[in-house]
T-cell receptor, first 114, second 110 residues
Framework: EPEVTQTPSHQVTQMGQEVILRCVPI?????FYWYRQILGQKVEFLVS????????KSEIFDDQFSVERPDGSNFTLKIRSTKLEDSAMYFC????????????FGSGTRLTVV | RKEVEQDPGPFNVPEGATVAFNCTYS??????FFWYRQDCRKEPKLLMS???SGNEDGRFTAQLNRASQYISLLIRDSKLSDSATYLC???????????FGAGTRLAVHP
């Protein structure tokens, strides 16, 4: 079964450092997403990406965040200057079509900011 | 008001029991709905889509009531392996994102 791959599985970083979280979506999918889940809380939308541009972003996705699809397979989330409150599980997801298809999620990157 | 609201539980049930979860959504423009399952510290996994006509997948039955903006999930003959958090999910009324409820925790015991 096709899967979404995320690396690394766990990253520890110092406050103020930049991190890049990487994702390889399912190859024939066209829509890409980042979500995050703070421990004990719900899964929160960050950003959606289609046709090489952001289609929607949440209030959480401020100027510290950016996304990129540098080649035909990778989809990255960059946090420029991490804060303690950025500690969370970050999930990448992809979808073949619009939301009615549902999403396939990657196994996540656990980001710990110290 | 929360966009997708669920009873957090936990629901503690014995093996073989039937359990039902409910969910309400606030955006009347939402069109697509799903139930996802999430195990502890794992990614959400799509369990099933939810249709107005109701749909069944083995022991799982999902139902959508658009008039009441209400979604349900019924699990029959619960197994130990059903223990997880069940996430009610709907679209935002646009095409670009899914909104997740906070989840209902199920614990099935022997």
């Amino acid at each position: 079964e096709p899967e979404v791959t995320q690396t690394p599985s766990h990253q520890v970083t110092q406050m103020g450092q930049e991190v890049i979280l990487r994702c390889v979506p399912i190859s024939n999918h066209l829509y890409f997403y980042w979500y995050r889940q703070i421990l004990g809380q719900k899964v929160e939308f960050l950003v959606s990406f289609y046709n090489n541009e952001i289609s929607e972003k949440s209030e959480i996705f401020d100027d510290q965040f950016s996304v990129e699809r540098p080649d035909g397979s990778n989809f990255t989330l960059k946090i420029r200057s991490t804060k303690l409150e950025d500690s969370a599980m970050y999930f990448c997801a992809s979808s073949m079509g619009l939301v009615n298809y549902g999403y396939t999620f990657g196994s996540g990157t656990r980001l710990t900011v110290v | 008001r929360k966009e997708v609201e669920q009873d957090p539980g936990p629901f503690n049930v014995p093996e073989g029991a039937t359990v039902a979860f409910n969910c309400t959504y606030s955006n009347s423009a939402s069109q697509s709905f799903f139930w996802y399952r999430q195990d502890c510290r794992k990614e959400p996994k799509l369990l099933m889509s939810v249709y107005s006509s109701g749909n069944e997948d083995g022991r799982f039955t999902a139902q959508l009531n658009r008039a009441s903006q209400y979604i349900s999930l019924l699990i029959r003959d619960s197994k130990l392996s059903d223990s997880a958090t069940y996430l009610c999910v709907g679209d935002s009324g646009g095409y670009n994102k899914l909104i997740f409820g906070a989840g209902t925790r199920l614990a099935v015991h022997p």
